[in-house]
């Protein structure tokens, strides 16, 4: 008899939703296309919610639930998806989020993203950012520019994520993918390992920390091209969270790796259409650095970049604003929504 959570993987995966809430005392829950849409199944029970989860978790992981009411990991799920769960307890009892990676790795073109970000994955050394809120797409945007590399260049590609999410096909680079927390204890662990496997590009999960960060610069500028995700929203918020990793004392130092060696920062937004069968539409901010971005980066002239991005829209550069007024003239876009994100940025 087939385990009853996988009757609800089942219906993600025919509804083509990004994830699965379940909770009990309410049906499962689906995000499609950003839309939560509440499915008409009866409400879960206290009582199954431990059960309905052991058939995603290794003794490992059961371990952990029973220890510390928490478990978190990847489950391959019959080579449709691979399903990053979250399980852990709350007021009701144990409560569980899914969210389901394809086994496809997309493209550019298939997410829908700028052209230019093809011509910036191709660079063979500096560091990018996707930036952008939870839910935001950032993986998939890394991916498809990985697999924008894979499909073009011979390199060694090696990424660093917790947990991994796509798994990678050799073409013509060769890949080492490494899981942090089960095959190494952190980030830095990693990172500190890669620079001696002979990398051409690295991948790393999030940049969490100073440490992380410090070594994604080094790595950076000893001439590898590194990719890496924060949650933030913008060129300028990104660079200024980047520096706050440090000491006052160490952040002009920062602020010059950061003008040398960065690449751009690309910042997301995922926002729901009118239909919830449509895909979301992507918002976006993309700074490309130039000589003049990086002066201004060196010299702290954080409010200048918007009008330096304006300036330089020949070279690929879109402010979020722009990306958004576009936005505004899109028939299936959910107008409001779009509007009320205007806003805020004027604000």
Do not use: W
């Amino acid at each position: 008899m087939k385990p009853k959570i996988f009757t609800f993987f089942d219906m993600a995966l025919a509804m083509k939703a990004s994830d699965l809430l379940l909770k009990p005392g309410a049906p499962p829950t689906f995000r499609q296309n950003r839309h939560l849409i509440i499915s008409e199944e009866e409400p879960l029970a206290p009582q199954e919610m431990y059960d309905l989860f052991l058939p995603v978790l290794d003794s490992r992981q059961q371990s952990r639930l029973n220890s510390t009411f928490e478990a978190h990991g990847m489950y391959p799920y019959k080579r449709k998806a691979r399903v990053r769960y979250y399980i852990f307890q709350q007021r009701e009892g144990f409560a569980g989020s899914f969210r389901f990676i394809p086994t496809h790795v997309p493209t550019i073109q298939e997410l829908q993203l700028p052209e230019v970000l093809i011509e910036v994955a191709c660079r063979p050394r500096g560091l990018f950012l996707v930036t952008g809120p939870a839910g935001a797409g950032k993986s998939h945007t890394m991916a498809a520019m990985v697999n924008a590399i894979n499909k073009r260049f011979a390199r060694h590609i090696i990424t660093m994520e917790n947990p991994i999410e796509f798994l990678f096909q050799r073409q013509q680079s060769v890949f080492t993918q490494i899981e942090v927390g089960t095959m190494i204890p952190t980030y830095q662990d990693a990172l500190a390992n890669a620079l001696r496997e002979d990398p051409d590009v690295m991948l790393i999960g999030e940049m969490r920390d100073q440490k992380t960060v410090e070594m994604a610069l080094v790595a950076s500028e000893t001439g590898h091209f590194v990719l890496s995700t924060l949650p933030t929203l913008g060129a300028a918020p990104t660079i200024e969270r980047i520096v706050s990793f440090f000491s006052p004392e160490k952040q002009d130092e920062v602020r010059l790796q950061i003008s040398v060696n960065l690449v751009g920062i690309f910042s997301q937004l995922l926002l729901p259409r009118i239909a919830p069968e449509q895909p979301p539409t992507v918002a976006y901010e993309l700074l490309i650095a130039n000589s003049g971005i990086r002066t201004m980066i060196r010299d702290k002239k954080y409010s200048q970049l918007q009008s330096a991005m304006l300036m330089a829209r020949r070279e690929g550069c879109v402010t979020l604003k722009d990306s958004l007024t576009r936005l505004l003239r899109d028939e299936t876009a959910n107008i409001e929504l779009v509007k009320a994100m205007l806003q805020e940025i004027v604000e």
